[in-house]
């Protein structure tokens, strides 16, 4: 092959002609590259612009429903701690609420019990003036009865009489009234009882 070069270079005449081609092909290959550059000038520049430019608007597009769902996270992310603090604000309020309201059941029932408690010791008081009541009749009636068959000994006589009964043994009780105290019994208290 270098025997090839050699040949040429020594036809061509010179030193430059074997770097550089012939005219006639720069001329055609200047003129083939002029058509490339129009061809893809005229109908393949204004696609690849297309492309870019839709690619661009796409890209933008990317970024803005990225800088929006950004403000829509950060505006969601707001909302959930208001309505967190919210929440717990109005747990606090029913919890105060609940607390109220259960000082106010413990004070109706305390209310409740006190009402109750005075209404059995009305009924233990008055049950228990009944009975004593009762008892003072019945002894009444037991002494009257001793008194009466008392008297009946004493006198010898059986008394039939109701009024006499009844005169001798209020009689009976004046005098045990009347009578001085024995030590260790309070005869007065116990027959005002009687009476």
Not at 32 to 59: K, N, Q, S, T
Not at 68 to 93: H, S
Not at 117 to 134: H, N, T, Y
């Amino acid at each position: 092959m270098l025997p090839v070069i050699v040949a040429a270079a020594e036809e061509g005449g010179g030193g430059t002609a074997f770097i550089l081609p012939p005219l006639y092909e720069v001329f055609w290959a200047a003129v083939v590259l002029l058509l490339i550059l129009l061809v893809v000038g005229r109908f393949g520049l204004p696609r690849i612009y297309r492309a870019l430019d839709e690619r661009a608007e796409r890209i933008q597009r990317g970024l803005d429903l990225t800088a929006r769902a950004e403000e829509d996270q950060a505006d969601a992310e707001k909302r959930a701690a208001r309505l967190v603090e919210e929440a717990r604000l109005e747990a606090a309020g029913i919890r105060q609420d609940a607390q109220a309201q259960a000082k106010e059941i413990i004070a109706q029932a305390r209310s409740a019990a006190q009402e109750e408690a005075a209404a059995i010791q009305e009924s233990a008081r008055r049950q228990i003036l009944a009975e004593k009541q009762a008892a003072q009749i019945s002894l009444r009636t037991d002494v009257g009865m001793l008194a009466s068959s008392l008297a009946e000994r004493i006198v010898g006589e059986q008394l039939r009489d109701t009024e006499l009964s009844a005169r001798v043994i209020d009689r009976f009780l004046d005098e045990l009234e009347q009578a001085p105290a024995v030590p260790g019994v309070d005869n007065g208290a116990s027959v005002e009882e009687l009476r």
